[in-house]
């Protein structure tokens, strides 16, 4: 490898923590980076969950105090996988300490705080120190190559954009209330976990900004058992307790947006989609032809071309696994699939190269902070009968 180094230090080593770690090990392996990422130090509180963690996702040693990693020489960046109450805290403060950042999605769980982080991200660039929102799915080389497309106006202009996320996982009314179901320390439920990635892939996909939205939202199963151990984290399934407690944000959300470019747009997030368990999927409606993706099939891309002869015009199966597809140079050969995990390796790619050029990476803290005012814009909108809500201003 021969590449200097670049010390990570992440704070957070549940699903998401994994995931990264997992990144952090295969990127500089697959792919020629300028600099070859070291997993320096794992934090966490509990000195014991932390130190089995970073045993089995190799992590060099461990801290229990954010804090700590600012102060330490031989970290250059700090990965924030925690739930989103700390995510502005802890970036601000790595910023201002002349790390780069990765954080987590959505970037903040309220629009005033995305906006502190926005404005440290920029004052920290204007010194070299780069940052990134780990909306990860646009590193599907599916949906990269489906941006490409659209970039290239092989679908023309894009009429209607048609988002939904879906999962199952709190079907059950007895899956505990875990801290994704709790406001103060998610921001929103469905809406800022998931919706929060299909307003991002809509807003990627297209090139285009939504002015606004119109929304429902709903919290079908009020309150649940607490949990216990470790079903205190994120989706875990884990023990619960006899007491319960109340959901405080949306089981689901859908709503309605227009693009500046004046494309229609419909969205919906939710966690109540019986039998769907990770189905992102986006399709877009161009005067040319149409892109469709399903995350479920994740190494596929449906294409319609409306200039093809009407005898033979369908939606046909691009299997994204060619080496001039995006990022699959680096794996395996036509055929052989990708998975969820790879994304992660392919942000991490980007990440290091782009720190490594001096380039500000994307999507940028910019980028959340504007998913973070569609976000609030349907809240609003869902809080006030559905009235039409305008996209506030970045
Ligand atoms: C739970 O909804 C979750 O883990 C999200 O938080 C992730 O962002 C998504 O990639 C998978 O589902």
Redesign the pocket.
């Known amino acids: 490898m021969g590449a200097s180094v670049l010390g990570v230090g992440m704070v957070g080593y549940a ?1 998401m923590g994994a995931a990264h770690s997992h990144a952090w090990r295969s990127a500089a392996r697959f792919f020629d980076l300028p600099l070859t990422p070291e997993l320096t130090a794992l934090c966490g509180r509990n000195r014991a969950a932390v130190d089995a963690a970073a045993d089995r996702m190799g992590w060099a040693s461990v801290e229990t105090d954010w804090r700590a990693l600012l102060r330490r020489d031989d970290i250059a960046l700090v990965d924030v996988c925690t739930p989103g109450d700390t995510h502005a805290e802890i970036a601000i403060a790595a910023l201002a300490a002349g790390k780069h950042v990765l954080c987590e ?1 959505p970037l903040a769980n309220s629009v005033a705080e995305a906006r502190e982080m926005a404005a440290a991200a920029a004052h920290a660039a204007e010194r070299g120190v780069r940052s990134m929102v780990g909306f ?1 799915y646009r590193r599907v080389p599916a949906l990269a190559l489906a941006r490409r497309l659209v970039a290239r106006g092989r679908i023309g202009e894009v009429r209607h954009v048609r988002a939904s996320y879906q ?1 199952d996982w709190l079907v059950d009314p007895e899956a505990p209330l875990v801290w ?1 179901l709790r406001r103060e320390a998610a921001g929103s439920g469905a809406l800022g ?2 919706g929060a ?1 299909i307003v991002d892939m809509a807003q990627y996909l297209t090139g285009d900004r939504l002015t606004g939205v119109c929304a429902l939202t709903e919290t079908f199963v009020k309150e649940r058992p607490l949990p216990v151990g470790a079903a205190a984290g ?2 875990a399934a884990g023990g619960v307790s006899a007491e319960r407690g109340a959901v405080t944000v949306d089981d689901a959300a859908l709503f309605l947006g227009r693009f500046a470019g004046g494309a229609l747009a419909s969205f919906e997030a939710t966690r109540f989609a019986t039998g769907r368990k ?1 189905a992102l999927r986006i399709e877009l409606s161009g005067s040319l032809g149409a892109l469709a993706f399903d995350l479920e099939s994740m190494n596929e891309l449906a294409y319609y071309d409306n200039t093809e002869d009407p005898e033979t015009a369908g939606f046909r199966r691009i299997l994204a696994t060619e080496p001039t597809h995006p990022y699959v140079h680096a794996w395996w050969p036509p055929g052989h699939l990708l998975g969820y995990e790879h994304t992660f390796t392919h942000q991490v790619a980007d990440l290091v190269s782009d720190i490594a050029a001096d380039r500000d990476p994307t999507p940028s803290f910019a980028d959340g902070l504007n998913v973070q005012l569609v976000l609030d814009a349907v809240a609003r909108s869902a809080d006030g009968g559905g009235a039409w809500q305008p996209i506030g201003s970045e």
């Open positions: 699903f999605k990860s999962q994704r976990d998931i990635h994120g989706l990770n």
